[in-house]
């Protein structure tokens, strides 16, 4: 599906004039941009806003994809350690389902309040960390949580200054 193209004749600030070398440049945009344009008119944009959408809309219309912001994925599930101070319930083995219902395997270390979860590889590490801060009590709990990976440690403490930040020690 076509859409009709035509030209339009903004009139340009001296200085855009100067830059272009004429005293009205002519651009060609497509029916939708000419709509985008016309209400953009309506809420009183000034001319270089103008220009700046018109820029955008011929570049998205002409094939030219605009830069995308990239995400790290991780290709592994990563693990770590975590030991729970005040976890809910005030037992290890209720946390250790609390993450396993959320989609964070856990197992049970021998030490008594220390489980290895393993962070799916699809998982956020924000929202690895608010489950893991949630999973202890809000008044009173701590995590500390160390990457087997990397090795930072963290601390995460529902008391002082800084309640439910997670902190690189």
Do not use: W
């Not at 340009?12 to 009205?24: I, K, L, M, T």
């Not at 995308?68 to 599930?77: F, G, H, L, Q, V």
Request: aromatic share 6%.
């Amino acid at each position: 599906m076509s859409l009709p193209t035509t030209a339009v004749n903004p009139s340009f600030s001296n200085s855009a004039r100067a830059a272009s070398g004429s005293s009205a440049s002519q651009m060609v945009i497509s029916g939708r941009a000419k709509i985008f344009l016309s209400s953009a008119i309506d809420y009183s944009l000034s001319q270089a806003q103008m220009r700046n959408v018109a820029a955008i809309i011929l570049r998205r219309n002409m094939g030219v994809s605009m830069p995308t912001i990239r995400r790290k994925k991780a290709s592994e599930p990563r693990e770590f350690i975590a030991e729970l101070n005040r976890a809910i319930g005030d037992n290890i083995r209720k946390a250790r389902l609390y993450f396993e219902k959320r989609g964070i395997p856990a197992d049970i270390v021998p030490h008594k309040t220390t489980l290895n979860l393993t962070k799916p590889a699809t998982m956020d590490f924000n929202e690895f960390k608010r489950i893991v801060r949630k999973s202890v009590q809000p008044k009173i709990g701590s995590v500390l949580l160390v990457s087997k990976t990397t090795g930072n440690v963290f601390v995460c403490s529902n008391k002082g200054n800084r309640p439910g930040k997670f902190v690189l020690v």
